[in-house]
């Protein structure tokens, strides 16, 4: 997310989970002067996650632990909402997986910072950990690349750069990942084995 740029609220809204009647009331009044659309949620009353931009929390009554798991697992933005910014509020606020805390009292500019702080954040880890699953796959297929190397090595009686340019030469004219030729490399080599213990 660009840090010049407001996410399009469109038809998103904010999950108030939690919030008693004064937060409630707060809330809705900052975020209708916002232009962005709310609604309440109590007890962990079924709901679904398509439209909801985040999850505002309020700690103090918390009772909705399913749909809070559900945020998580969506990648939804949660915001802890909190009167009293102690050291518990906040470690409990990190374990339910907020990406910002709003204290009361509660004004338009502390929502709306709250909010894009949240967004921004949650967006950013979930770019950190798309590109940690990237990085273990590459990692995990280093071993393929090797034994596949290894098998032009001995076959072809070429040195190991020679080999890695065969594979690499073979991946750009059949546009095929690094990778994929070097699984169908590993993959003949075991299957003609197999054939030749027959």
């Known amino acids: 997310m660009s840090l010049s740029k407001r996410p399009s609220f469109g038809s998103a ?8 009647e004064r937060s409630l009331a707060a809330l809705q009044k900052s975020l209708q002067r ?7 949620l109590q007890a962990d009353a079924p709901q679904a996650l398509e439209q909801v931009l985040a999850l505002v929390v309020e700690l ?16 939804v933005p949660i915001i802890a909402l909190t009167q009293h910014e102690t ?26 910072t709250t909010l894009m702080m949240a967004i921004g954040l949650r967006q ?34 070429l040195d190991e750069n020679r080999a890695y340019e065969h594979i690499r030469k073979l991946s750009m004219e ?12 590993v993959g003949a080599a075991v299957a003609n084995r197999h054939e030749g213990r027959s």
């Open 87 to 112: 050291l518990s509020q906040i470690q409990r606020a990190l374990e339910l997986g907020a990406t910002a805390m709003l204290n009361k009292p509660i004004t338009q500019g502390s929502v709306y």
């Open 60 to 75: 103090d009554h918390f009772a909705s632990p399913r749909i809070v798991e559900q945020a998580n697992a969506a990648g």
């Open 34 to 40: 916002l232009g962005i659309a709310s609604q309440a």
């Open 174 to 185: 059949l546009n095929r990942s690094l990778e994929d030729i070097c699984a169908e490399l």
């Open 124 to 157: 950013r880890l979930a770019a950190e950990q798309q590109r940690s699953r990237s990085l273990a796959e590459k990692v995990a297929s280093r071993r393929l690349v090797a034994q596949a190397l290894a098998r032009l090595m001995v076959e072809r009686e």
């Open 13 to 20: 809204s904010l999950l108030l989970v939690d919030c008693d």
